[in-house]
């Protein structure tokens, strides 16, 4: 969709609400030939009961065949065309950790790492020193370094992981990595891609000069290395685009991190699913577009645990009701991406979707399933991006193309 | 479809023939849940028949869940994307009114007003004054304007809206509106969006200039606003494009008039659908390419009256056996938008579609509804630009790409 077709088709001042419920990761494959997806597998009464007045349909969040990440699934589901609309390493490894990134801030994604006496690496990884490690190295960085001008911020992902961040004024993420990728090399030197970067470059060269020395005795973890330079994209916002009022309700910082670079409002991140839904209630009369994220589905699809994945569903179709009661105008529930459990990994199969609404012309299927969504209207491969305009379309919200 | 990709594949002095019947609005909708949609009520053996021997399917002529309006769905049946290609709102105001548009002429859309003392808009509609009036005041402007070097021609819509045309040498459409579409505002000047449009935009300035003068005293009527100043476009025609020699039947002027924007012959308006079936066997041997346009299914969606709709659904059954008789290499039946009484307005929802012909390969599909059609082999959203080259390829009329 070109944001300009549809921007003087909005209606204003809507009263209808929409709910976009992301399980993540949802899409799934049998275990064993001839069996059943967990989607199919899970026992959830309120989910079918719910396909039977909706139309469904299986979309893909990149041109079809490619698995996406989380970010690009979730801009994807928002309609940002994620090939088109990037969000750089640095700033995804920041939402990550929930930092709160702020505009103009450069932000790369760090390996602590091991270095010889020429400054070779000799272990990307450092030893994968504990987090606690990795932690107290970043402390004793920003204690130390000082380069006037600007701002340096670190905080630990998991181990040898980190995130950089350089706070100050006219900088730009046009800058290329240190980071070669693999060892036998020495780290790269940081280059201006563009001449507005060029101050840029040179304060993250004086942090690697700064850094390297302050290191030098802490081996294994005596250097590291950084890539993807990255600022806040400045993009048209979700609710400019498609003229809603938009909330973000996850418990996981990636979620609300794409949620807020896409300028949704972001709640506090909840302690469980069950809060989850409790914070859609409270917050129903705020907002008129609620995007509900599930993370569990996709973390046991990753372990490779069918069962609890299984069980995460029919946890959701329980809460279904909850939802249902606060008679949305339109509800989407869908996956960002599919991650079988049976591949231990995201995948590029088609995500089981399904649009209910008081619009929409039932396609008289009764489960809610993978084969199911094969079958439903909205097509067995749609792209992600038509979600939201048909989303639009069945809230009223949208004027007629056209006299 | 890129035009330039199939020119050179089309066949020369073919004698295939392709019927397309428009029933407008035909998609529907149940009135309750668990219902069926017009279509799928109505009691048309004919149709049904014939969908044994057709493959189905549901289009979208704009981005999916857009909601078209006449003159863009036409042009996606006709094979013109309606974002590329957009007619203008003036000339779609003449084409509204029969009105015979000429090449060169600028057409708007005009309102009568009410103006204050310091001409300030107080009333959009001048107290909706009866088409009447609206038209007297027309035949009044039109006597008393004089501006050398150009003609000016308007005719009455309804109640306060007229069309307004200039005709002359050397004109242009790239005028801003007068019309601010608001009250409490003063109409803004035309002016030139490009030096060519300058002798155009003082033509228009002197014509609110004058016409100001002569309403003067015809309170609530004392004033008028202009918009979407427009000229013919200048498109590649539906025959060159397609290889066909078109004819279009259609009892409003709307229709024959969007037909004669992409070149067709327009016959005159039919007074029933009878005689539009009439006027098909009439010139079965002219033409190659036969558009006939039903109407009413339309109007009665946008009424809001299911059982009528249901009505002339059955009424076209009815007919269906005269055009069989005819024996057309492809006919096509479809709507060009759906029009759900249940709505009362034009939608989103895809249309159904079923083309017939001796070369398709039947989906097996028994009945012609919006459930069936989604489960046809055409796709359940497939896009109408589609249609042209498949119904050109089920005509036999094209050569293969590629040796």
Not at 12 to 23: R, W
Request: charged share 25%; hydrophobic share 40%; proline share 6%.
């Amino acid at each position: 969709m070109d944001f300009d077709v549809i921007k003087p088709l909005l209606k204003e001042d809507q009263k209808s609400k929409i709910v976009l419920l992301v399980m993540d990761g949802l899409g799934g494959l049998p275990m064993t030939e001839g069996g059943k997806t967990e989607l199919e597998s899970a026992v959830k009464p309120n989910m079918d009961a719910l396909a039977a007045k909706s139309v469904l349909g299986a979309h893909h969040p990149l041109p079809f065949g490619l698995t996406p990440g989380s970010g690009a699934a979730h801009l994807g589901l928002f309609g940002f065309d994620p090939v088109k609309y990037e969000i750089g390493r640095g700033v995804l490894s920041a939402l990550g950790v929930d930092f709160d990134l702020q505009k103009g801030d450069v932000a790369a994604r760090g390996n602590f790492c091991t270095v010889d006496s020429e400054g070779v690496i000799t272990d990307r990884r450092a030893g994968r020193i504990p987090t606690e490690v990795g932690e107290k190295l970043c402390q004793l960085l920003m204690e130390k370094i000082n380069i006037p001008g600007v701002e340096v911020i670190l905080q630990v992902e998991k181990e040898y992981r980190f995130v950089f961040v350089l706070r100050g004024e006219g900088l730009s993420g046009e800058v290329s990595d240190t980071d070669p990728q693999a060892v036998g090399k020495k780290a790269h030197i940081a280059k201006a891609a563009v001449p507005q970067a060029e101050k840029t470059a040179e304060f993250i060269r004086e942090f690697v000069r700064q850094g390297n020395k302050i290191l030098a005795a802490e081996h294994p973890a005596n250097s590291f290395v950084l890539r993807g330079f990255a600022q806040l994209p400045k993009w048209p916002t979700f609710g400019e685009i498609w003229g809603v009022n938009p909330v973000a309700i996850a418990m996981y910082p990636m979620y609300r991190g794409v949620a807020k670079v896409v300028g949704m409002t972001v709640l506090e991140a909840a302690a469980s699913m069950d809060e989850e839904i409790t914070m859609l209630e409270q917050n129903w009369d705020k907002y008129d577009f609620f995007f509900v994220h599930i993370k569990k589905t996709d973390s046991y699809g990753e372990d490779g645990n069918f069962d609890a994945k299984v069980h995460i569903i029919e946890e959701v179709d329980a809460l279904l009701p909850r939802i249902l009661a606060l008679d949305p105008d339109v509800l989407i529930i869908t996956g960002d991406h599919s991650t079988p459990a049976k591949l231990k990994a995201h995948s590029w199969h088609p995500v089981p979707t399904m649009l209910y609404s008081k619009t929409c012309l039932p396609d008289g299927l009764t489960t809610y399933g993978e084969r199911a969504c094969a079958k439903g209207s909205l097509g067995s491969r749609f792209e992600a991006t038509d979600l939201m305009p048909y989303a639009l379309a069945h809230a009223l919200r949208l004027e007629k193309f056209g006299a």
